[in-house]
Structure formats: structure tokens, C-alpha cells
């Protein structure tokens, strides 16, 4: 039985990215934002509030590879009710401002999309935010075929939240990032792996964080330390026993199910997926003794791909589950 936690741990180094490690991602979304308010104040238009969101302030984002991009996604929080405004009029304001910014601005269904010619594209969320008489917070987004739609994405990030909360004490020494965390971007990373960009078989980072909130259980080795190949098999079995389709629903307005864009034949495709996934984990954990052996296997590009680690073999010693039995003994 190969120990395999630390290479897990040094992929997970390789391959995360969040807001706070990348000053280009910052800057690129800052510039935006600049630009943004620059047009709504020259037009006395209202004023938005800065909403970060998705993978990177999660701190479930990975580094694309192959074709991928980073992805940015910023929500714009205008403080005014949906009646205020139309959703359409409200997406024109930011539409118009960012045009021209680069050669690709798309105006997409629920968001705009500033496409960097490096690889980087900033997805803008616009929202109408506003309380009613008794206090109570209210969220529509701004989606340009079917007008305002409930939100919540505070209400989302606290879910995550207090999902995290059940997994403390399982942070790695190297970059303090807590096992489901962790977990939750080693899927990332097998799915850009094994998935092509753009199809419709292709999972949303948001659908796997939920994934792992509903089927993640923490895992820890015998010495009490975190166990992530184990958490992950687990995980991986899970949904790879599953009959009939996987339902992942967002748990914030509009509830939407995650994976209802996949046909009953690519969910049998995700679900062999993970199957396949789990069987792979299972052969490097309990059944490969070699820590070598089971890092080649997990390197492959149909699992995990060139960033996973294969040490040298002078640098490898098998070892033993747990620690070593000694026998006691009695004099008399």
C-alpha cells in the first residue's frame, strides 16, 4: 500500500490559484471595474458595490491548461430594486463601458465576458440589490433573455462556508488549505483532464464544490493526519454507484439543478467517469506498493495529468500502513 498523501498534497500546490496568489488577476479585474465606473459616473448612472465570487474567492480555483482560461467572475451590486431598472437596461450600461476594451466582448446570457488575448477572460455578474420595509436583503441577476432572476451569492459563499467549517484541523502544512478544499480542486483538475472545453459533458466547478459538499466525508490517515486519496475514492465511489441521474441542486434561488444540461447518456458518462476514477484510486492506494508506480498511474492525462508528481525511486521507501508492532515481553 503506497502513502501517497504528500504527492497529493505538492499537485494540489501546483495546480490552485485564488485571488490572493495572482496580482495579474487582480489587475486585470481592477482595470474593469475602473472602467465600468468611470462610464457610470460620467452618465449619472448608479453605482455598483464589488462582488467577488466563484472558484477563486472559494479558493477552489485551479490553473487552466491545455486551451483553458483563467476565469474571473465579478458581481456588480447595484443598489436598486428590479422595478428601478430592466435587466437588459442595466447589462447595456456595463456592456457599453467595457466594449472595446479588448478585441472579444460578449454580451452572454447571464453575464459579460472580457476576453485577454493571454488567456484570461472576467465574466460581470450585474445584480439589483435592495431591502425591503422590514430589513430583509433582496438579489435578482441580471440575465439577458430572461430578464431578473433570484439570487443569492452571499447567502452561496456561506454555504460553503459552513461546509468548510466541518473540515477544520485537516490544513496542509505548505499552503494551509483545508482537505475539502483541496479534494474539491483535485476534481477540477481530473475534469479539465479528461473533458473537453465547451462540450456539454463538461462539469462547472460550482457543480463539483456542491458534489463534494453532499458526498465529501473527511478522511484521515492512521497517524491523524488528513487522507485525501481516500476522500477522494470515497467521493468517487459514491456517485460511481449511482442509479439513474446524479441531481446537484444549487441550495440558493433559483435551486437550480447543476448537471440538467447533460443527457441521460452523458450523465451515464459521468457516472462511469467517476467510476473509472474511483477504481484507478483504489488500485494506487490499497493494491500498488510502489509510491512511484502509483504517482505514474495517477499522472496520466485520463486522471490527474502531467502536474501530478512522480518522485524518483532512490527517493521512495516502502512503507507500512501504520507504525510497527513490537512484541511485548514478560521476564519471570
Known amino acids: 500500500m503506497a502513502e501517497l498523501q504528500k504527492y497529493f498534497e505538492q499537485f494540489h500546490d501546483t495546480i490552485r490559484v485564488d485571488y490572493d496568489m495572482s496580482e495579474e488577476l487582480r489587475e486585470k479585474r481592477d482595470i474593469i471595474l475602473d472602467r465600468i465606473r468611470s462610464y457610470l459616473n460620467s452618465n449619472a448612472l448608479p453605482a455598483f458595490a464589488e462582488l467577488l465570487q466563484g472558484s477563486y474567492v472559494m479558493k477552489t480555483g485551479v490553473k487552466p491548461i491545455k486551451n483553458d482560461e483563467y476565469d474571473i467572475d465579478v458581481g456588480l451590486r447595484f443598489k436598486i430594486a428590479e422595478n428601478d431598472h430592466s435587466a437588459n437596461e442595466v447589462r447595456d450600461w456595463v456592456y457599453t463601458a467595457v466594449e472595446g476594451h479588448t478585441e472579444?466582448?460578449?454580451?452572454?446570457?447571464?453575464?459579460?465576458?472580457?476576453?485577454?488575448?493571454?488567456?484570461?477572460?472576467?465574466?460581470?455578474?450585474?445584480?439589483?440589490?435592495?431591502?425591503?420595509?422590514?430589513?430583509?436583503?433582496?438579489?435578482?441577476?441580471?440575465?439577458?433573455?430572461?430578464?431578473?432572476?433570484?439570487?443569492?451569492?452571499?447567502?452561496?459563499?456561506?454555504f460553503v462556508r459552513n461546509v468548510v467549517e466541518q473540515f477544520e484541523d485537516t490544513e496542509d502544512s505548505a499552503t494551509k488549505t483545508d482537505q475539502f478544499r483541496r479534494v474539491v480542486r483535485y476534481l477540477r483538475r481530473w475534469v479539465d483532464e479528461t473533458t473537453p472545453t465547451g462540450t456539454r459533458g463538461q462539469v462547472s466547478g460550482l457543480a463539483l464544490v456542491l458534489l463534494a459538499a453532499e458526498h465529501l466525508q473527511l478522511c484521515r490517515g492512521w497517524d491523524g493526519l488528513p487522507n485525501d486519496v481516500e476522500a477522494l475514492q470515497g467521493l468517487a465511489t459514491k456517485i460511481g454507484e449511482s442509479t439513474g441521474r446524479v441531481i446537484v441542486r444549487k441550495p440558493t434561488p433559483e435551486y437550480e439543478d447543476l448537471f440538467e444540461h447533460l443527457s441521460d447518456m452523458g450523465m451515464e458518462t459521468?457516472?462511469?467517469?467517476?467510476?473509472?476514477?474511483?477504481?484507478?484510486?483504489?488500485?494506487?492506494?490499497?493494491?500498488?506498493?510502489?509510491?512511484?508506480?502509483?504517482?505514474?498511474?495517477?499522472?496520466?492525462?485520463?486522471?490527474?495529468?502531467?502536474?501530478?508528481?512522480?518522485?524518483?525511486?532512490?527517493?521512495?521507501?516502502?512503507?507500512?500502513?501504520?507504525?510497527?508492532?513490537?512484541?511485548?515481553?514478560?521476564?519471570?
Do not use: M
Not at 286 to 308: I, M, N, Q, R, Y
Open 104 to 158: 472579444q466582448v460578449k454580451d452572454k446570457g447571464p453575464c459579460a465576458r472580457v476576453t485577454y488575448a493571454d488567456g484570461y477572460h472576467v465574466d460581470l455578474v450585474c445584480y439589483a440589490v435592495w431591502e425591503d420595509g422590514l430589513g430583509s436583503q433582496y438579489f435578482r441577476l441580471a440575465h439577458r433573455r430572461k430578464g431578473w432572476r433570484p439570487a443569492d451569492p452571499p447567502g452561496l459563499l456561506d
Open 270 to 332: 459521468l457516472i462511469e467517469s467517476f467510476q473509472e476514477l474511483a477504481n484507478v484510486l483504489r488500485y494506487a492506494r490499497e493494491e500498488e506498493v510502489d509510491p512511484v508506480e502509483a504517482c505514474k498511474t495517477l499522472h496520466s492525462e485520463s486522471v490527474f495529468g502531467k502536474d501530478f508528481p512522480v518522485p524518483k525511486t532512490e527517493e521512495t521507501a516502502r512503507k507500512t500502513k501504520g507504525p510497527a508492532i513490537v512484541p511485548s515481553s514478560s521476564s519471570g
